[in-house]
């Protein structure tokens, strides 16, 4: 039986962590690959203002018929359900463990995933639109405050170790399942409709939650052996929301500088599909596959490149060039003909590269005690973003069933553009991140021989501290919390804190 304290074990510790969400992000994205279902036309009968009819050749029997309006409305409520509550999961997680959350939150992404798929049972009543936007909030609530849970279990098992890389396979298996996603979805709705599919959708959730108990029990017993139970029970006791005033320039500049880049990449996901049919002509199964490249190119680079970022470091400025990078993309598909397979490959390398460079740096500049706080206020500025965006581009774009093909081109311009005008929002960010962090010792660019080193002299640090000192009152223990790190002393840097695992 392999030891807790392998690196074996954290390493199968890591696998079924991914597999906690690789089901919800395959439900995640559904809709993006059929978008076409769920706006088409329900009524094949309409009438020409006389006693007379005629068949309507745009209908759909197995369609929704809703409004791109309704539509984009489902990745809002999602976006803004999550901004909501994955502060509290954050709260919650760093109080009373990780087991309680993994359990309640993958839960809720298997309940909420099957009340949206019995609410598209539900087409052509008055029931069906309140019944699924419900799944998506419970979904929301349920996928949003998982991947927290999961950020901390992976910054506590990989400290100071291959926590970049971590990071990167987690994305790499989320990807994976928004690649399967874009890939079978489109024909498996073709041959079983569409309401068999989104509870095959709710069926992998389901796998998400068997996966979430293994890995609870997993990390309780692998905490439990190698003496660091303690460590994880006893200091988020401490955390108070008062804590959050001290949260450093660097995490909140770091906070604005993900939601930027996602603001420019989850809503182009979300439509990327229709956009391609309507101005590239390509087919539905077609748009659905060339959209999903940016998820076919992440989830073969993250983990990799997440293994390049932790022997570089440089975290800061591959932010920065991310930011720069991009920002041509939403200029080739707002104002060229470029073929889309080139954009969405563009956006997939740059995504690949800023996604393990920018949340594996959160742990680095909180305490470890309240990095499921600090991940869940990241998490909630992001799905705001998100869920702004989206409803600025749905309302950009509006009821098009009516509209001349330059008009609807027009629109979607446009959308392209308050893109564009969000990644040169991140390049900003990023850059003043970099200025801070400078000021601040540099710690997001240090590569990993500076980390170690750093590391090393800390852990000495405070062992002297504890013969010198066997005990302090809590008040002490506390100290006055400082900017760099809220909870831990002055002397105290973050990452100060770690679990000495055998390599």
Known sequence: M???????YRFIVLFFTCMMTFGSYFCFDMPSVL???FQANTS???SNGTNTSKINESCCDDCLGMTPEEYNLL????AWTNAIVVIGAGFLVDKMGNTVGLFLFSFLCLGGSSVFAIGAMMRGTASMLPLMLIGRLVFGSGNGSLTVVQYRIISIWFKNKELAMAFGTVLAFSRLGSV?????TANFAKDHGIIWTLWGGAVLCGLGFVSAIVTS???RYG?????AASAVKVEPRKVKCSDIKYFSARYWILTFTLVFFYNGVFPFVADASKFIQDKYGYSKQTSSYLAGALYDVSMVLSPFLGFVVDQIGMRGIIALCCALLTIPVFGLLAFTYVHPLVSTLWLGITYSFAAPSLWPSIPLVVSPSTVGTATGITSSF???GIGISNLVVGKILGDQDSLPKKQVLLHWKYVMIYLFANTVACAVCAGLLIIVDRRSGGMLNQNKRQRMAQAALEEAHNQGQQQGSSTLSSSEEEGEPSERDPLLPPSSEPGSTSINYTE
């Open 382 to 384: 992001q799905m705001i």
């Open 44 to 46: 094949c009968i309409i």
């Open 223 to 227: 905490m439990k052996i190698v003496g």
């Open 2 to 8: 392999v030891s807790p304290t392998d690196c074996v």
């Open 217 to 219: 029990i997993l990390d």
């Open 180 to 184: 399967l996603n874009f890939l079978l």
């Open 35 to 37: 978008q076409t279902q």
């Open 75 to 78: 990745y809002a409520i999602y």
